[in-house]
C-alpha cells in the first residue's frame, strides 16, 4: 500500500465531529503544556541516553528504569524519539490555538523526524510501513464498518480488534 492509498483510506475512519463544548480551552491548554513539559524530560534523557549531551541522570531521575539490559538501544531511541517529536508537533500548533497561522514548514519537518524515528523501529522488527497501514486499516474497518460513528468508538471490540491485527 502506497503512502497516499493509506491516507485516502484513512479518511473514512475520520470523526467529522468537534465537540468543544466538551472541553474548556483553557484545560486542554494546560494538558498541552503538560504533555510539553514532559516531552522535554524525555527529550532530555534521551539525549542523556543515546547523545551523551548533559549531566548525568540520578537515580532518582531513572527509578522506573531498573536495567537497560533487556531493551535493544536502537528501538528505545526510535520510541523516545517518536514520544519526542510528538510533542514537537503539537509546540508546532499551539500558536494556531491562539489564532496564529500554523508553520505547515515545521509541521512537515516534525512529520519527517517522526518517520524517520518509525522507519528505525521497522528495521529493528524487520517490519515494513506498509504492514502497518494494512494493518491499521484493517483494524479500522472493524471497528468502523460503516465509517466512523461516535457510537463505534466508544464501543470498541479490542478482543476482535487484536484478531485482525494478529492476522498474517
Not at 514520544?83 to 497561522?101: C, S
Amino acid at each position: 500500500m502506497q503512502s497516499i492509498e493509506f491516507i485516502e483510506l484513512s479518511k473514512k475512519t475520520l470523526t467529522d465531529s468537534f465537540h468543544t463544548n466538551k472541553v474548556e480551552a483553557k484545560d486542554l491548554a494546560n494538558a498541552l503544556k503538560e504533555f510539553i513539559k514532559l516531552g522535554n524530560i524525555l527529550d532530555s534523557y534521551k539525549k542523556r541516553i543515546f547523545y551523551g549531551k548533559g549531566p548525568n541522570a540520578t537515580n532518582t531521575e531513572l527509578d522506573l528504569i531498573y536495567s537497560y539490559n533487556h531493551v535493544n538501544p536502537k528501538t528505545l531511541h526510535a520510541i523516545l524519539g517518536i514520544a519526542t517529536e510528538a510533542v514537537e508537533l503539537v509546540e508546532a500548533i499551539v500558536p494556531a490555538l491562539r489564532g496564529e497561522e500554523v508553520d505547515l514548514v515545521n509541521v512537515n519537518e516534525e512529520l519527517g523526524d517522526l518517520y524517520w524515528y518509525c522507519a528505525e523501529i521497522h528495521r529493528q522488527s524487520g517490519t515494513m510501513p506498509e504492514d502497518a497501514y494494512y494493518k491499521n486499516i484493517a483494524k479500522l474497518k472493524k471497528r468502523y464498518p460503516e465509517g466512523f460513528t461516535s457510537t463505534d468508538a466508544l464501543n470498541r471490540d479490542l478482543d476482535a480488534e487484536r484478531k485482525v491485527l494478529e492476522q498474517e
